[in-house]
């Protein structure tokens, strides 16, 4: 992972990584926006290790602005490709990869809590394991204008990264060594995305 090349640059070299370092963490969260298979909460989790154990001031900050920005982007191009998809005669590409990936009990949960919630929903999508892809699905099945799923599709990103930053900065806190870090957060965020889903195929 390009991201994990800063644990053992040397600080005369941290303006060379940054200057490599945060572009690639902006690709790599906006093709996992658009292509959800990427672990992005882990890439931003390792970056934000990455950071903290940085002298570089501000290397944090950069952090959250890059994820956030990437996130918020990436919701942005996909939604705006599903309601292309929804209004062409032959449907989307994109489309078809958000319906393949969101079940239709919890599409039904998402239509039912943008009923009674509106784009306040958008927030805790983001923040749930899987919960983005039924939310966004059901807001363009209600046929949600772009810029109202924009407006609420920000603070979404925002507490996104947030989340995974703070994750992250625990993981740094808790080792001496960054590696040691970016390897607990990442295993903490696979753990995150993937116990609720193996909990819900048990108790079903």
């Known amino acids: 992972m390009i991201v994990l090349a800063a644990v053992s ?13 945060y572009p690639t963490l902006f690709l790599l969260v906006l093709i996992g926006a658009l292509v959800p298979v990427v672990p992005t909460g882990a890439l931003v989790s390792s970056a934000a290790v990455v950071a903290f154990h940085q002298t570089a001031p501000l290397s944090l900050l950069m952090v959250f602005v890059v994820a ?5 982007l990436g919701d ?37 809590k943008l009923d009674d919630h509106g784009v306040t929903v958008l927030v805790l999508s983001r923040l749930m394991p899987a919960g983005r892809l039924p939310v966004m699905l059901a807001c363009l099945l209600s046929k949600m204008p772009l810029r109202r799923f ?12 947030v989340t995974y930053q703070l994750i992250g900065i625990l993981g740094g806190s808790l080792f001496k060594e960054p590696w040691e870090g970016v390897l607990a ?20």
């Open 9 to 21: 640059t040397p600080v005369p070299y941290a303006s060379t990584q940054q200057a490599l370092g």
């Open 185 to 204: 957060a990442v295993v903490l965020t696979l753990l995150i995305s993937v116990v609720p889903s193996v909990w819900r195929r048990v108790v079903r």
């Open 150 to 161: 924009a407006r609420g599709n920000l603070p979404a990103c925002l507490a996104w990264a």
């Open 76 to 112: 942005i191009a996909l939604y705006w490709l599903g309601r292309r998809g929804m209004g062409s005669k032959n449907g989307s590409r994109w489309l078809e990869a958000i319906r393949r990936r969101a079940p239709e009990d919890r599409l039904a949960q998402a239509q039912a």
């Open 68 to 72: 956030s920005v990437a996130a918020f």
